[in-house]
Antibody, heavy 120, light 107 residues
Framework: EVQLVESGGGLAQPGGSLRLSCAAS????????MNWVRQAPGKGLEWISY????????YYADSVEGRFTISRDNAKNSLYLQMNSLRDEDTAVYYC?????????????WGQGTLVTVSS | DIQMTQSPSSVSASVGDRVTITCRAS??????LAWYQQKPGKAPKLLIY???TLEGWAPSRFSASGSGTDFTLTISSLQPEDFATYYC?????????FGGGTKVEIK
């Protein structure tokens, strides 16, 4: 069974940092590109970052470019999101999501999400 | 960036009703479109991809069509478990973008 489990969320101050992790199991992690998608409270879905299976291709949404860094460790079946210079508007549930197939852009498996709250 | 516009933003319907949701892309995306179902407090679930391909878990009462800029999701006979929010998402290019969502509520 495919499982994605996020961790690392919590309360951070504006300007602060957090590192999210996503532990993958039940599939060959190194064969799939991965994404982070977030959802602010009561709002819709926002894609924020993509990383290819071997980390060679990375994309970011404009809203996080230069502040967030996506990475992965295929040996540890893990995906990461380093979040720096956090803003109030970064408050959201953060999901990791697997691409159905390499770079297809359809998110066929999602974690349960981890809540990030940015507040002083 | 490609903007995705869904309508309506909410719809009230009864069990057994036929429900149609539309999604329009700001530029052509061929058939690079997905639909997701999200229930409160849960992660979204991929429902349809490539504009019309049903995911394995999805009941056959769900169908979808479209290409280019205009897409539709249809629930032929609404069931209690279908009350949820539905999102379209384009996979034609980066940044990936979602529609604003359509909440299907009980009438």
């Amino acid at each position: 069974e495919v499982q994605l489990v996020e961790s690392g969320g919590g309360l951070a101050q504006p300007g602060g940092s957090l590192r999210l992790s996503c532990a993958a199991s039940g599939f060959t992690f190194s064969s799939h590109s991965m994404n982070w998608v977030r959802q602010a409270p009561g709002k819709g879905l926002e894609w924020i970052s993509y990383i290819s299976s071997a980390s060679g291709i990375i994309y970011y949404a404009d809203s996080v470019e230069g502040r967030f860094t996506i990475s992965r460790d295929n040996a540890k079946n893990s995906l990461y999101l380093q979040m720096n210079s956090l803003r109030d508007e970064d408050t959201a549930v953060y999901y990791c999501a697997r691409d159905l197939d390499t770079a297809m852009g359809y998110f066929d498996s999602w974690g349960q999400g981890t809540l990030v709250t940015v507040s002083s | 960036d490609i903007q995705m516009t869904q309508s309506p933003s909410s719809v009230s319907a009864s069990v057994g009703d036929r429900v149609t949701i539309t999604c329009r892309a700001s530029q052509g995306i061929y058939s690079w479109l997905a639909w997701y179902q999200q229930k409160p407090g849960k992660a979204p679930k991929l429902l349809i991809y490539a504009a019309s391909t049903l995911e394995g878990w999805a009941p056959s009462r769900f169908s979808a069509s479209g290409s280019g800029t205009d897409f539709t999701l249809t629930i032929s006979s609404l069931q209690p478990e279908d009350f949820a929010t539905y999102y379209c998402q384009q996979a034609n290019s980066f940044p990936r973008t979602f529609g604003g969502g359509t909440k299907v509520e009980i009438k």
